[in-house]
């Protein structure tokens, strides 16, 4: 999951940043309104966390402008004006879900693995393909009721898969949602970590489809 | 900073004036009348000296009994009325019975042209008398009748004309008196309508001197304005200001917080602690800043039907798991009495705390109840979660208690909408919902005009 987070404060932006990594995300960054902008217009990010007061465009105009380009990712707008006259605005834009600051980080983690999930087409905070079961709040993942072990990326791409479940989705998505922009994609990592996942889960779970790429089976 | 009265002012100095001028009018009037008097006194007394002059000369004799005056006056003695005929030397030729044992004063004045002389003074007795003397030539003497008429019946007269002149010129000057206070009200009423006006300001009811004055007090009342105006703007500045840096603290309380969340050392915990100390401050100085924003809320209304549609299709969004049953209330639905954001924030923290709290059913209605003469807006948000019970309702409903402290949110939701309830009079109640969960009803003031404003 590939996020875009847009704050100009740059301690916060790297708390975000550091958050949503310790949370599994890849994290792209941006400083100002016009490089958000851009950001979101030419990367598929899975979320975009964006503050509303922005220097060069303000958090609003950038949203109304992904909108109106036809840009669908799901928004969680950050902001210090918390009434809900604020918030109807916000929500008006485009946004789909609104934190005021001063927040806790959980609260930002938990709206962003609902906006994920909801996205997705998930209801429920848990997804189920088969044995595997992934705890969404937790990052836990069980087979047969058996907790698995998995590193960060493994869990990534694992989750990634599980919140596209039924679709076969090609290397190239993959590697531009799993890692940020500043990740070195020529390398062939996708197809380690997908061996590394199918020894820990069972062998029919994650299934290669030829030419195309990977897939989880409802 | 008081002194003095404009009333009183006007009325005093118009008064002091009308004193002076009607004394003034009594004296001159009583001057007039008494001269009026004297001069018919002269013509009376001329008439008589004439008849004796007639008689006189055809008698022949000036010592004659046939001259005589038919006036009974000039038969009492000591009346002030007397006619006597002397020689030029003063031997005295005839005189009246009323002249008879006292003697007429001498006039020193000359003669004029027609032989007259005319004079004021008084007789043995002290009576006030014209004197009128003439000279004529009756070979072989040069006589000089004299005839008198008592000035003192003339001075009782302007006496009494004096006494019934003050009278009357008091009674007009009372009546001037009281038409002049009278005026001075009149004339400094726009001042009081001014005043009135300035005071509906101050109390709120109105936002600007409103009225139409004479224009000696209109650039008053627009210079209010005015300042009004500008005092607003400041007002506004600062307000925004306010808010403006309590909402900038919040970026660099959330960093501050963040950062200290992480770590275990004191010095996060010293952090955190005074990180909370200074949101809370923010929030609460926000909460003045809008609290004294909200002294101008008189005269404004807001359309419920809008407001909740809007914060419906909203949570549709935030919640989407919750489906909320809004039916949309008829035209004849009174509007909110206050500020549409405040309605917003009321109903807006109950919706989501009902959807929060739902498993996946919300109820949304609102309808007007009448109460004697007032009008109320109530508005039903409902839920199918877990409620409170009558305990916890009460709880909930003091100021500032929470009773989960994990549920996500700044938890000062419920606590807004109380204070906001507080400030426009309405009143807010839990019940238990047909749904199973919590039903919250939301009273508030009605406008009068309803729903006819709307379009």
Partial sequence: MRILVVEDDVNLNRQLKEALTDAGYAVDVAFDGEEGHFLGDTEPYDAVVLDIGLPQMDGLSVLESWRREGKAMPVLLLTARDRWSDKVQGIDSGADDYVAKPFHMEEVLARIRALVRRAAGHASNEIVAGSVRLDVRSGKVTVDGQSVKLTSHELRLLSYLMHHKGKVISRTELTEHLYDQDFDRDSNTIEVFVGRLRKKLPEECIQTVRGLGYQIAE | ?455
């Fill in chain 2, 1 to 455: 900073m008081q002194k003095g009265s404009i009333a009183a002012s006007l009325f005093w100095l118009s008064a002091g004036w009308l004193i002076l001028a009607l004394v003034a009018t009594a004296f001159l009037l009583t001057e007039l009348y008494s001269r009026a008097l004297d001069s018919s006194l002269t013509d009376t007394l001329e008439f008589h000296l004439e008849t004796l002059v007639g008689q006189t000369l055809k008698a022949g004799d000036p010592a004659s009994d046939v001259i005589n005056i038919g006036d009974p006056r000039f038969e009492r003695p000591g009346s002030g009325w007397y006619w006597a005929i002397r020689t030029e030397g003063g031997q005295l030729l005839n005189l009246s019975n009323s002249l008879v044992g006292s003697v007429l004063p001498g006039l020193k004045d000359p003669f004029d042209v027609a032989g007259k002389r005319s004079a004021v003074a008084s007789d043995a007795f002290g009576t006030q008398m014209r004197i009128i003397e003439r000279e004529i030539s009756l070979y072989p003497n040069e006589l000089h009748i004299v005839v008198t008429g008592s000035l003192d019946e003339i001075f009782e007269l302007v006496d009494d004309f004096r006494g019934q002149a003050l009278i009357v010129l008091g009674a007009v000057g009372v009546m001037l008196a009281i038409m002049s206070a009278i005026v001075a009200r009149f004339a400094l009423r726009p001042i009081g309508r001014l005043r009135r006006a300035v005071e509906q300001v101050r109390e709120g009811e109105t936002q600007t001197v409103a009225g139409i004055f004479p224009h000696e007090v209109a650039p008053l009342a627009d210079e209010i304005n005015q300042l009004l105006n500008s005092n607003a703007q400041i007002i506004e500045r600062s307000r925004n200001q306010v808010g403006n840096l309590a909402h900038g603290l919040k970026t660099p309380l959330a960093v501050l917080r963040n950062e200290a969340q992480g770590a275990r050392t004191a010095l996060a915990k010293v952090v955190l602690s005074e990180t909370d100390k200074m949101a809370s401050m923010v929030a609460s100085y926000l909460d003045k800043a809008r609290a004294a924003a909200r002294t101008g809320i008189v005269g404004k209304k807001a359309d419920p039907t809008i407001v909740v549609s809007r914060l419906v299709r909203v949570m549709g969004k935030i919640h989407p798991n919750c489906t909320i049953a809004f039916r949309r209330p008829d035209a004849s639905l009174p509007w909110f009495r206050g500020d549409e954001s405040d309605l917003e924030e009321m109903a807006g923290n109950l919706l989501d705390n009902a959807c929060k709290w739902s498993k996946g059913q919300v109820a949304v209605s609102m309808v007007a109840e009448r109460k004697q003469d007032t009008r109320t807006l109530l508005i039903r948000i409902e839920d199918n979660g877990p409620g409170l019970t009558d305990e916890e309702a009460k709880k909930v409903l003091r100021r500032g208690v929470r009773l989960d402290e994990k549920t996500p949110g700044s938890g000062l939701g419920l606590d807004i909408v109380k204070e906001l309830v507080d400030v426009y009079g309405g009143s807010l109640q839990f019940r238990r919902s047909a749904l199973g969960g919590l039903l919250v009803e939301l009273r508030l003031p009605a406008a009068r005009l309803g729903g006819l404003v709307r379009a």
